[in-house]
């Protein structure tokens, strides 16, 4: 087997963005399906490396199946731990393709992967319960979690959003543009309608001060997110909230009651109230401030449709 499937790349990485590009360019993967798999890939590079694997030819069915027991031990969500263990399925199948070979894939089922149930029945979590996480976080993570919970970003966005430019836009036009950091590099514009929108953007403008972000300028997003941001993680998590992810379901929660006057399913014992047209209406709307494509997406954040 040649190294890395002959993709002329010593970084598995990179000869996983050759092999998924090549489909792409074939028709089969668009440049967002792209750039999540390498996103959620890069997770079992980092698995395979501490055990001595640097090369995709010298991943074993054994490896993946230990990274499968890996992740149904984490703190994932059913839905996060199958798409971890399918983007690594579906590099390696685009590799042993590469070479006239198939791989065979490492399921979910078989593995034991708790079953998904994407829609949320939980309810989101308060602003008083956010205050409290962020009185024990590192400053730079509370801000993080600020920026997500108020304006509906994921970690990377907030982390990489330059705060002083979007808050001068967020003063004159009642809105904020997220280009760095979006999901498959899509950009997208959120509403401000809310004083404490504005207090969050004020507050990391003021932790920023010259940089371009959050993030200091000796460090790396990777290396941010490793140190800063999962020690306010442990935070987040001491004050019953699982996520910095979590709080996007919050920024939709309080969108959805804006747009439709109702509490969003989740936050009604899974019962939607709202007319059915008007509650179609706030899910897109809510979906294209996310970040999201398609509706359906939104019974993770706001809960059912269903009455």
Known sequence: MKRNFGTQQRDPMRAASVLLNAS?????????????????????????????????????????QNYAAFLRDSDYTAAYQQNLLSAVNTVLARGYESQGQRWQPVTSRAEGLTRRDNVRKSPTTSKEQLQQAQADMPELAAAVAGLARELGLRSKEASLLNATAVLKEAKEKLLVTIVDGTKGGRPRTVPVTQPSQLDALINATRLQGDNRSLIPRHQTWVEFRASTLYNGR???????????????????????????????????????????????????????????G??????????????
């Not at 792409?24 to 959620?40: D, E």
């Not at 910095?244 to 509490?263: K, N, P």
């Not at 398609?294 to 009455?307: A, F, I, M």
Request: with cysteine; proline share 1%; net charge positive.
């Open 24 to 64: 792409r360019g074939a028709g089969g993967t668009s440049f967002s399906t792209v750039a999540t798999v390498l996103q959620r890939f890069d997770k079992f590079v980092s698995f395979a490396r501490e055990r001595g694997i640097s090369r995709l030819d010298k991943v074993t069915q054994l490896l993946v």
């Open 234 to 292: 442990a935070a987040l998590k001491r004050s019953g909230i699982k996520s910095y992810h979590d709080l996007r379901a919050a920024y939709a929660a309080d969108r959805y009651l804006e747009e439709t006057g109702c509490l969003a399913p989740c936050n009604n014992n899974g019962r939607r109230t709202a007319e059915r047209t008007i509650d179609l209406k706030a899910r897109e709307m809510i979906a294209d401030e996310l970040g999201h």
């Open 294 to 307: 398609r509706t359906d997406v939104l019974v993770s954040y706001v809960g059912s449709r269903k009455s």
